[in-house]
């Protein structure tokens, strides 16, 4: 299988890619972020499942996937990841909290923040969203929540789904017919 160039989608571009089943999200959303590796593309992925590890600081966790590519110190990402979480609404000292927690004693909502805090650290090119991600960020009413989901606009966004979840709102979508996005 071969992708289409994820470089050539336009900044803050909306695409919405519904799969036939949850082993078909899955797939297609491992396939981006490995097609966005080998084009060395700046991603960041916004998922639930397996997003953090357990037995890691967050700020660790934020810092993982960063480290191996980039010589970043983890200072220095920490130091970054606050100024992002204080974005979201958290104050100085309860951001540093957050990023010397184990992800294990994060509730959702913090959880979801340090996937989004480390999605953007990097302010990627492309930003691939599992839909269920997504909808519960959508659901926020927080408006630092809705503030950060809006400086978004610079990125293009693939929202990957399956056929029993409902579409996202608010934005102009795309739709990517199964098949198109994958070339064969």
Not at 14 to 35: M, T
Not at 89 to 98: H, Q, V
Not at 154 to 176: F, H, K, M, R, Y
Request: glycine share 6%; aromatic share 6%; proline share 5%.
């Amino acid at each position: 299988m071969k992708l289409l160039p994820l470089q050539q989608l336009p900044q803050g571009s909306r695409w919405l890619y519904r799969g036939q089943n949850l082993v078909e999200k899955e797939s297609v959303i491992d396939q981006l972020c490995a097609h966005a590796n080998a084009e060395q593309l700046s991603y960041g992925l916004l998922s639930l499942k397996g997003a953090l590890v357990s037995h890691l600081s967050l700020a660790e966790n934020i810092w993982l996937p960063i480290g191996w590519r980039l010589p970043r110190r983890l200072g220095s990402v920490a130091h970054r990841a606050r100024e992002l979480l204080q974005c979201l609404g958290y104050n100085s000292d309860r951001a540093s909290e957050l990023l010397q927690s184990r992800s294990r004693d994060l509730t959702p909502l913090e959880a979801q923040a340090g996937i989004l805090i480390r999605a953007l650290i990097l302010e990627p090119h492309l930003l691939i969203f599992d839909a269920d991600w997504f909808a519960r960020a959508q659901q926020q009413q927080q408006q630092p929540w809705q503030q950060t989901m809006a400086q978004l606009n610079g990125a293009a966004w693939i929202v990957v789904a399956d056929a029993e979840q409902p579409l996202p709102s608010g934005n102009q979508w795309t739709s990517i017919a199964p098949g198109a996005l994958l070339e064969r």
